[in-house]
């Protein structure tokens, strides 16, 4: 257990409630409990595999940022609200925009009778099988809460806009390289937990909940080639940039991560410090797809906050995690899809 998991636990204990998006994620309510289910060791950082820097264009972290702006620009984008509605016209017309073959998936969650939609397009590679891509377009709801602090006009410019601005500014560049991997770029809702708090998932990870299912059904018909591994994005553009070591993602995914961050000359943003924190890779893991999360959530002071607006978010950021994100992509082709582990 990590000096921040423990700090963490403190504060669930202590009923001030991390959770919330992304669950600080402890599973029990005991300080006993060593670590999260499913929650592994840190890795040993001196030990990093060799890796081909692959930065990405010189403006993309520019590009983004001006993608984050607009997407700010339309408000709160929880469920329901016009600034939803509008940001999933955009990100369609984006990835139309490059000659993508858009897909929206919209259901109504019966439970809570919420209409949700995820957002995909598959940029295809030499083989069938899939690198997901991914990340989430909702934010924090922050109306209608018991509590009158956790009431407040909420932007999400980070948690929320950075990750879909930044899948959006990469689709170009994914699709001008030739790979032996297909890439599905996939845009979650309903990450945010519908309750203030984490209240351990039960009524958050809507889209990628019913993403994975909807894979297991299409992979046992038939229908859908494998998916071999998902590389999450969420909250990756902070101004003062910190990707924590997330430590539910798989062990060699993280390897990887590390070693294209070092490769890049970007380690001090990344794996500073470790946490484990629930998010949408974790229906994804809990049915046997490596995936990884790159999320900046420890010690980030503008998580659920109003403070989470274009002012706290920097385009150099953004560019940082382009970097590393397309450093690690040959090397997760080579483990999941040539050598097929
Ligand atoms: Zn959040």
New binding site residues.
């Given amino acids: 257990m990590t000096g921040t998991v423990r700090a963490s636990t403190a504060l669930l204990l202590t009923g001030i409630g991390l959770a ?3 669950g600080a994620a402890m599973a029990g309510h005991h300080l006993a409990a060593a670590r999260p289910q499913g929650q592994q060791p840190p890795i040993d950082r001196r030990h990093t595999i060799s890796l081909r820097p692959a930065p990405a264009p010189a403006g993309l972290g520019q590009e983004a940022f001006e993608h984050a702006r607009t997407i700010v620009g339309f408000g709160p984008r929880n469920p329901g609200t016009p600034g939803w509605s509008h940001q999933l016209e955009y990100i369609e017309r984006q990835l139309q925009g490059h000659g993508l073959q858009v897909q929206r998936d919209t259901w109504t969650d019966r439970k809570e009778l919420i209409t949700f939609a995820n957002v995909s397009a598959v940029i295809p590679g030499r083989r069938k099988e899939r690198i997901v891509l991914a990340c ?1 377009h909702d ?2 709801c922050t109306l209608g809460h018991p509590d009158p602090a956790h009431n407040f006009h909420f932007v ?1 410019a980070n ?2 806009a950075s990750g879909t601005a930044l899948l959006l500014a990469l689709a170009p560049v994914l699709l001008r390289e030739e790979r032996d991997a297909t890439i599905e770029l996939v845009f979650f809702d309903g ?2 937990s519908l309750d203030w708090s984490w209240n351990e998932g039960a009524r958050a990870l809507f889209g990628s909940k019913r993403y994975v299912k909807r894979h297991r059904d299409a992979l046992l018909l038939g229908e859908e080639p494998r998916i071999v591994a998902l590389i999450l994005l ?2 990756v553009g902070r101004t003062d940039l910190h990707i924590q070591e997330e430590l539910f993602s798989t062990e060699r995914l993280r390897t990887i991560a590390w070693s294209a961050a070092v490769a890049c000359g970007h380690q001090k943003h990344f794996y500073q410090r470790a946490e484990a924190a629930s998010d949408d890779h974790k229906p994804f893991l809990d049915v046997g797809i490596p995936a990884v999360d790159l999320i900046d959530l420890n010690g980030n002071p503008h ?2 906050k109003p403070t989470d607006t274009l002012e706290n978010l920097s385009a150099q950021s953004l560019q940082i995690t382009a970097d590393v994100v397309l450093t690690m992509l040959p090397e997760v082709e080579r483990v999941y899809v040539r050598d097929g582990k």
Avoid: Q, S, V
């Fill in positions: 919330a998006c992304i989430h934010t924090k999400g948690d929320g990450e945010e969420d909250m998580w659920h």
